[in-house]
């Protein structure tokens, strides 16, 4: 099975943007599917973006609709997650997850990296 490592994170003004890079290892990451979690402070873990084997379909959260972008590049085993107009609110620590059954916007996900934090300052 694939292991997943986040990438980018750091700290951005509201309304900046940030890209979120997670990296797959093994040969087999176009057969997952692949998401985007976060989880702040004293909050649940919670769905933000999926994306199924090939790109063709993804999915996001209503709170980040038309200002977040998940996309995949199965060639270089990553998956990307393109962030604009942060809002402090966004500030979490985010996590990619990989399941071979398919998107999913629920954390039923059976491989998880370790997160990367992300912090947006008012």
């Known amino acids: 099975q694939v292991q997943l490592v986040e990438s980018g994170g750091g700290l951005v003004q509201a309304g900046g943007s940030l890209t979120l890079s997670c990296a797959a290892s093994?040969?087999?990451?176009?057969?997952?599917?692949m998401g985007w979690f976060r989880q702040a402070p004293g909050k649940e873990r919670e769905f933000v973006a999926a994306?199924?084997?090939?790109?063709?379909?993804?999915y996001y959260a209503y709170s980040v609709k038309g200002r977040f972008t998940i996309s995949r590049d199965n060639a270089k085993n990553t998956v990307t997650l393109e962030m604009s107009g942060l809002k402090p609110e966004d500030t979490a620590v985010y996590y990619c997850?990989?399941?071979?059954?398919?998107?999913?916007?629920?954390?039923?996900?059976?491989?998880w990296g370790q997160g990367t934090q992300v912090t947006v300052s008012s």
């Open positions: 997850a990989a399941d071979v059954r398919g998107p999913s916007i629920t954390l039923d996900y059976n491989i």
């Open positions: 093994g040969r087999t990451f176009s057969t997952y599917a």
């Open positions: 994306i199924d084997w090939n790109g063709s379909s993804t």
